[in-house]
């Protein structure tokens, strides 16, 4: 999980129109087609809209000339635990229908029927279109990005400020865990090795455990100590300068906003 935390961030460094992009942009778009796919009733339509979608995000991430593996490895993941509650739905008898027709019977007396794997599907679609364009947006825009994005838009400067410096020391602490798991290895300690007694194993994962959080304790007081030198307090902020929006981004914005609204409600209309 940690090398993914860095491999995020370094995907978000690369070159491209899309990563030229105002955080702002994005992060509106990603949360208008998260807001449309979630918001349409639970029926076949959302297929339509989920393709329509799912087109999008499939448009971007070529303009971001990302490699196709990099979505594939973040949705999947993700996806285990989408397929943990979609495949759930399928032994329920969702409220949303009225008449339900067993497909399958299975031992304990579970039955699986056509409306509840309707319904999962409908779900699987929602969640798959959602978690995309959340890969795609944390994919093409640095963390920092995102939070003075979210600043502009209103966020509140206490969410912003806490966000910040979490952003900030979440890399210190992984830099801190790597070096943590590399002495370890240096001296030829693996803890899933069978050979090694488990109460030997046990006791050194919970000191390495114990190690981490001592330090982690003394990494927060010691930037607390720092941020009340600087002068923190209670109206402390994080800065966030003023960049206003180029041309060429409000009219891509325009557009794809108007064509997620516009999809929506033509499918949302037709019969």
Known sequence: MIDDLYFIEKSAYQTSVVHRLDARIKLLVALAAIVAVVALPYST????????????VVVLWAASRLSPAVYLQRLALILPFGIFLVGFQVFVKNPYYEVFHPIATLPFGIEVYAESVEFASILLVKFIVSISFIVLLSSTTKMQDLIEAAGRLGLPREFTLTLGMMVRYIFVFAEMFNRIRTAMETRCFDPLDRTLPYRYRLHEIGYTVGTIFIRSYEQGERTY??????GYGANAGLYIRRKPLRAGEIVFFAATLAFIATSTVLIYLHP
Do not use: D, H, K
Request: aromatic share 12%; with cysteine.
């Open 45 to 56: 339509r959302v297929y339509e809209l989920g393709a329509v979608l799912f087109a999008l």
């Open 225 to 230: 100590t720092s941020m009340l030198c600087r």
